[in-house]
C-alpha cells in the first residue's frame, strides 16, 4: 500500500512540474500556479509517507 502511495506522490509532483513548466513556456501565469500547487500536494503526500515510514517497526 505505501508504494502505491509513494507512487502517487511522485506523479502527483511530475504532473505539477510539467503543468508549471508549460505555463511559463506560454506564459501563462494560471498554468504556471496550478502546476505550483499540484507539486505542493505531490510534495506534501510525499512527506506524509516518509512520516509513516520513519514510524513503522
Do not use: L, Y
Not at 20 to 46: I, L
Amino acid at each position: 500500500m505505501a508504494k502505491s502511495e509513494k507512487a502517487r506522490a511522485k506523479a502527483q509532483q511530475v504532473k505539477g512540474k510539467v503543468q508549471k513548466a508549460a505555463g511559463r513556456a506560454v506564459g501563462s501565469e494560471r498554468t504556471a500556479a496550478e502546476g505550483r500547487a499540484k507539486e505542493a500536494e505531490g510534495d506534501v503526500r510525499a512527506a506524509k509517507e516518509k512520516a509513516k515510514d520513519a514510524f513503522k517497526p
